[in-house]
């Protein structure tokens, strides 16, 4: 508690950076709804960039001079400085988890045979490259041979999707981008069912990289042919149902819920060509 009023005692007083409304106005059945900060979502913006900064700069002034900071970050390390392994849970012949020896910024992504049995570490977001991405969760078939795990940078929601063999530890070719929420394997694990609004996927990608041409149906089916493994719409919590359009890289949902561009539509990918690995998966 002391140390509570200590760090209030010390608030206040500060200039914030400005942060300007917008005049952005969306209408939804009829009714005007006004977004000021949509500008801020922008997350690569020089706006943005420079708003971000001058926050940090106001927080790195504000707790530098919190007198208690030292005592506060020692203890949090003495409570925190233990070997934690998460539950295991069981997919095909393998156990998978998470481990972190302590103080590791992020815990590692790990299987093994047994419970107690030699651990092998999947996924270790502690030795990513670029510190801004992080390592948000894995998606294991039923047999525990294939892996989809997901990463987003600099704090985003908006997730990227990578893809492991697990049998011979080599990263898939497939990535995909722009995601909120996970993905699911199909019954066939050929691939992954995932969600992505529109509006996104019309902005583009990350520079430098490719958006996945593969989608439902593959080439050679004609629009709406139903393929194995594709849910009825509203079957398992699916609301929409995918076909492709000739000529089109970007799969089209056969139905869909809303009609507005930004509301979320359901997509089947379908994975399999390999690459040479991440540095930060497994191989």
């Known amino acids: 508690m002391g140390w509570l009023l200590v760090l209030t005692a010390v608030a206040g007083g500060f200039e914030y950076p400005p942060a300007p409304p917008g005049d952005v106005v969306d209408e ?10 949509r500008w801020l979502e922008d ?6 960039l420079e708003w971000v900064e001058a926050q940090g700069e106001l927080w790195d002034s504000y707790i530098g001079s919190v007198p208690v900071l030292e005592n506060i970050r020692g203890r949090l390390e003495e409570i925190y400085d233990y070997y934690y392994i998460s539950m295991p849970y069981r997919r095909g012949d393998r156990y998978f988890f998470r481990v972190n020896e302590g103080l590791q910024d992020h815990s590692v992504f790990c299987t093994a045979e ?4 030699e651990i092998t570490v999947l996924i270790d977001p502690n030795t990513f490259s670029d510190d801004r991405r992080s390592y948000t969760g894995s ?3 039923d047999d525990g041979t294939l892996m989809a795990w997901l990463t987003s940078t600099a704090g985003s929601d908006w997730q990227t999707v990578h893809f492991t063999d697990l ?5 898939l070719e497939d990535t995909l981008y722009w995601l909120k929420g996970g993905v699911s394997w199909n019954a066939d694990d050929s691939g992954v069912y995932y969600t992505c609004t529109t509006s996104r996927r019309r902005r583009g990608i990350h520079p430098g990289e490719q958006e996945p041409e593969a989608a439902l149906p593959q080439a050679g089916h004609p629009p709406g042919d139903r393929q194995p493994g594709l849910p009825e719409a509203g079957q398992a919590g699916l609301d929409v149902v995918c076909r492709n359009v000739p000529g089109q890289k970007v799969p089209q949902p056969l139905c869909q819920r809303h009609e507005h ?3 979320q539509r359901c997509f089947l990918h379908r994975s399999g060509v390999r690459r040479p690995s991440d540095g930060g998966a497994a191989g």
Request: proline share 6%.
């Open 139 to 141: 998606i294991i078939n």
């Open 43 to 48: 997350v690569d913006s020089e706006a943005t």
């Open 28 to 37: 939804y059945f009829g009714t005007p709804v006004a977004d000021p900060y």
């Open 261 to 263: 561009s930004r509301c």
């Open 167 to 171: 049998e011979t530890g080599e990263a």
């Open 114 to 117: 047994s419970i107690g049995g």
